[in-house]
């Protein structure tokens, strides 16, 4: 059991989390672009190249929208000094990933993010914090999108009586426990080599969590090597949705989920396996090398493109 002085669930519900901003330029747009491999195969990829560049000028290129996931970097756990919880940062893993997109991103924003606990749970030798972040458009006050992060911190449960864990939800729980990836053959694959460096050049979006780039911190994490980001295989995977069940278009994304399943090692070829069930996107991610299952998860989408 750990520690129960590590963690005071109650001190934790009553703090308050402080606004934070976050601003961003077209080159921040691009530089993300390229962290998640945008047109990493085919320098003049008709579907891609619009996140990197457009003809009349950088303000118009468009924006992935998992690129919304970097407005919730500096509110991420191991940013944060939380009344109630000490954890070791090298030991939290991303558990989840819930993004809610209420229009297109633009492609240079200051944001205001709004902050707050909306989950708690004692799993024993661990503890799940579930963080969400509402990003507004300062200049305007129009809600943009809506990120929820789950967070597996090793080591910082144990603080509750084993018969009777503690847990805290305030969100309405969804159905992703509940999915399964279909048996059926996929309606489309497509696959996606990572580079060797992915995970250093992904870290200048401003994840600069050590494990994803110190050797010595991966090893202490159980890892033979630095692992790449969670968040940039999300990318990789929705990039992969939209390119073949959106026809290139992202403004068709409603919602996503995933769920990380393992870690990935730089310069794997990841293998995106998506079935379409209505207005929902069902996808698995496997490291093609290993054969293993790293992400899973769903998109919803406002239409179908017309060709499909």
């Known amino acids: 059991m750990a520690d129960n002085s590590a963690c005071n669930p109650q001190l934790l519900l009553s703090h308050k989390f402080p606004e934070t901003t976050y601003a961003y330029t077209e080159r921040d747009v691009a530089l993300y672009a390229l962290g998640v ?100 458009e300062k200049e305007s006050g129009e809600l943009l999108c809506m990120n929820r992060t789950s967070a597996f911190l090793r080591g910082a449960g144990g603080y509750s009586d ?38 250093l050049l992904y870290r200048l979006s401003g994840d600069n969590n050590p494990l994803h780039s110190d050797p010595m911190v991966a090893k202490v994490a159980g890892y033979s090597r630095p692992i790449l980001h969670g968040l940039c295989t999300l990318g990789f995977a929705v990039r992969a949705i939209i390119k073949c069940i959106c026809r290139g278009d992202p403004d068709m994304i409603k919602n996503i989920f995933g769920r990380f399943l393992l870690h990935v090692y730089p310069g794997e070829t990841l293998v995106t396996e998506m079935w379409l069930e209505g207005l929902r996107v069902i996808y698995r991610v496997k490291a093609k090398q290993r054969n293993r299952a790293v992400l899973s998860g769903y998109v919803h989408l406002h239409r179908l493109a017309a060709s499909l």
């Not at 084993?162 to 694959?189: G, I, K």
């Open 37 to 136: 491999g945008a047109c990493g195969r085919d320098a003049v990829d008709t579907d891609e190249l619009k996140y990197l560049y457009h003809e009349n000028g950088q303000q118009f290129i468009k924006v992935l929208p998992t690129f919304s996931t970097l407005f919730s970097v500096k509110s991420m756990v191991q940013d944060m000094d939380l009344p109630g919880l000490r954890f070791d940062p090298r030991l939290l893993l991303h558990g989840q990933q819930y993004i809610e997109v209420y229009k297109p991103l633009p492609s240079n924003a200051t944001i205001q993010n709004k902050v707050s606990l909306v989950g708690f749970h004692d799993k024993g030798k661990a503890a799940v914090l579930e963080i969400e972040i509402r990003s507004y």
């Open 162 to 199: 084993p018969s009777h864990r503690f847990t805290y939800l305030n969100y309405p729980a969804n159905q992703a426990s509940a999915m399964r990836t279909p048996e059926s053959q996929p309606f489309a694959v497509f696959e996606d080599c990572t580079q060797p460096s992915q995970a």
